[in-house]
T-cell receptor, first 116, second 110 residues
């Protein structure tokens, strides 16, 4: 079975531009979460989606938005890019069942975003 | 808010045991996780422990949880050079969101 896939793997943008990152969850998983990992730090939670609805939002500005599609894939959008948005963006999927065990998150390889 | 802390670096000799420590502040934590990240890669789930357990063993990995002190540790037996990576501790709160520590860089010396 394929794991979580993300595209693109690397991206270079300039300040003020907009970016869209994509994620496909593990087959059968209905929840997708997005994290930002700045170099030298642990991942920071941005969003969680389940069945196309936002279930959680971290402490990020409104320039960050996301959505989940009927096939459970997801997009993360960032507008008006700043230098500080340079990071590894990680997507994680989970079954998001009633049990916390089925809620275990499995991560993709990430998209490395560089803002110049 | 929730906070998860880890020591930044650990260096061990090949064949020795490694112990990576983590402390957390959220008393409502339900599950605690250990993830491994190799250079340029995403996070690989290693193991997890439910908050009402105090120990879990999985092959070379042993997780110890002291809920009273909010202290979690990961012991890797017979550490190999392939175990060199960054190890992240994470706790899941009642909102089912993960809060990560800053990671511990494990270096295994030959």
């Amino acid at each position: 079975d394929a794991g979580v896939t993300q595209s693109p793997t690397h991206l270079i943008k300039t300040r003020g531009q907009h970016v869209t990152l994509r994620c496909s969850p593990i087959s059968g998983h209905k929840s997708v979460s997005w994290y930002q990992q700045v170099l030298g730090q642990g991942p920071q939670f941005i969003f969680q989606y389940y069945e196309k609805e936002e279930r959680g939002r971290g402490n990020f500005p409104d320039r960050f938005s996301a959505r989940q599609f009927p096939n459970y894939s997801s997009e993360l959008n960032v507008n008006a890019l700043l230098l500080g948005d340079s990071a590894l963006y990680l997507c994680a999927s989970s079954l998001m069942g009633n049990s916390y065990i089925t809620d275990t998150q499995y991560f993709g390889p990430g998209t490395r975003l560089t803002v110049l | 808010g929730e906070d998860v802390e880890q020591s930044l670096f650990l260096s061990v000799r090949e064949g020795d045991s490694s112990v990576i420590n983590c402390t957390y502040t959220d008393s409502s934590s339900t599950y605690l996780y250990w993830y491994k990240q190799e250079p340029g890669a995403g996070l690989q789930l290693l193991t997890y422990i439910f908050s009402n357990m105090d120990m879990k063993q999985d092959q070379r990995l042993t997780v110890l949880l002291n809920k009273k002190d909010k202290h979690l540790s990961l012991r890797i037996a017979d550490t190999q050079t392939g175990d060199s990576a960054i190890y992240f501790c994470a706790e899941k709160d009642s909102a089912r969101q993960l809060t990560f520590g800053s990671g511990t860089q494990l270096t295994v010396l030959p």
